[in-house]
């Protein structure tokens, strides 16, 4: 990955495990998913990480793009039904949206790149998305509660989802995927076992994007492609 970016081009999946012997989970790994993007380590990258590869995955889908355009028009309502200020989200919700045009406008994946190794689109996306997920978090504070361990959802909310450079949680990657209604794969490379851990949220659907969690980090994977 190069020195200053915030996602990298895709790469070989050993790029990740340069001094690694390749153990039975990386064997199994690389067989599934030859390659990877990076995503900068800073405490953002789940965010970043899944609103670029649902992003790239709907590229070439005008009516797909056109859709999630739509829905986070829409999120305005969520905001304002948590009791955000409209000045608080407006213009992250607009940096989105101008992200999304510009996908339409061209399709292609490098002006997508572009756009999320600008620090201040890239941070705005991310400080969006943040927001989003506190405001689902609240207005569904009665199944969320019992998931959050802070004194109250909406310390929680603020101190830990709302603040950048703040690692999500396994309640925050549910409460995002309910509220742009995308379906999520992590693997992950973590525990003692000899086999990765596969996660999709929401459970049973079919994801549109693939995460790699390892040591509290997130980089995207590719799978290979089914013949």
């Known amino acids: 990955?190069?020195?200053?970016?915030?996602?990298?081009?895709?790469?070989?999946?050993?790029?990740?495990?340069?001094?690694?012997?390749?153990?039975?989970k990386y064997k199994d790994l690389s067989s599934q998913f030859p390659t990877v993007r990076q995503v900068r380590g800073d405490g953002n990258c789940f965010?970043?990480?899944l609103c670029f590869a649902h992003l790239e995955s709907v590229l070439h889908n005008a009516r797909a793009l056109q859709r999630f355009k739509e829905k986070i028009v829409q999120t305005s309502e969520d905001f304002l039904?948590?009791?955000?200020?409209?000045s608080s989200?407006?213009?992250?919700?607009?940096?989105?949206?101008?992200?999304?045009?510009?996908?339409?406008a061209d399709e292609q994946e490098e002006t997508l790149l572009r756009l999320f190794n600008e620090h201040m689109t890239s941070d705005s996306?991310?400080?969006?998305?943040?927001?989003?997920?506190?405001?689902?978090?609240?207005?569904?504070?009665?199944?969320?509660?019992?998931?959050?361990?802070?004194?109250?959802?909406l310390v929680y909310c603020h101190q830990e989802v709302e603040a950048m450079a703040m690692e999500c949680d396994h309640v925050d990657i549910l409460a995002l995927s309910q509220a742009l209604d995308?379906?999520?794969?992590?693997?992950?490379?973590?525990?003692?076992?000899?086999?990765l851990a596969h996660h999709?949220?929401?459970e049973g659907a079919q994801p549109s994007l693939h995460l790699l969690y390892q040591t509290s980090h997130y980089n995207i994977l590719y799978p290979r492609p089914q013949h």
Do not use: W
């Open 1 to 24: 990955m190069e020195a200053g970016s915030l996602v990298s081009c895709r790469e070989d999946i050993s790029s990740l495990f340069p001094e690694q012997t390749p153990g039975a």
């Open 47 to 49: 965010y970043r990480a």
């Open 81 to 86: 039904s948590a009791g955000f200020d409209e």
């Open 89 to 104: 989200f407006k213009h992250h919700l607009n940096t989105v949206v101008n992200v999304v045009e510009q996908c339409q």
């Open 125 to 153: 996306v991310v400080q969006y998305l943040r927001l989003l997920t506190s405001a689902h978090l609240q207005n569904q504070a009665e199944f969320f509660c019992n998931f959050v361990e802070a004194p109250n959802l």
């Open 182 to 195: 995308i379906c999520i794969h992590i693997v992950s490379m973590e525990g003692d076992e000899q086999q």
């Open 200 to 202: 999709v949220i929401p």
